[in-house]
């Protein structure tokens, strides 16, 4: 069964850091442009981050450049997104998305399998 399994998210006070792990399994994703999305209550899925399959390239929301870094270990099949300085602003449900195309793409709509996402919370 292919499938993307994201971990990390929780409960952290503004100005601290999580790092979200999306674990892929039933098929090898190595040339596969990954991405991170979220979702907060009442809004659409907006993009956070992509990066190539070859890893030499990412593209990032402006509302979290700075602050967030996306990486991939090709080896163990799995994409990170380490957050730090996070603000309330950030909560939402994070998903992870695979098999995004063949150029780095912002959309929602490129990504062709979905994580069933992690929560991430930001007190103030």
């Known amino acids: 069964q292919v499938q993307l399994v994201e971990s990390g998210g929780g409960l952290v006070q503004a100005g601290g ?3 979200l792990s999306c674990a892929a399994s039933g098929r090898t994703f190595s040339r596969s442009n990954m991405g991170w999305f979220r979702q907060a209550p009442g809004n659409e899925r907006e993009f956070v981050a992509t990066i190539s399959w070859r890893q ?5 929301a402006d509302s979290v450049k ?4 996306i990486s991939r270990d090709i080896a163990k099949n799995t994409v990170y997104l380490q957050m730090n300085s996070l603000k309330p ?9 695979a098999d995004g195309g063949t150029v780095l793409d ?3 709509s490129a990504y062709g399998l979905w994580g069933q996402g992690t929560q991430v919370t930001v007190s103030s």
């Open 106 to 108: 912002s959309r929602a």
């Open 66 to 69: 700075g602050r967030f870094t």
């Open 89 to 97: 602003e950030d909560s939402a449900v994070y998903y992870c998305a």
């Open 56 to 60: 030499l390239n990412t593209v990032y």
């Open 17 to 19: 850091s999580l790092r």
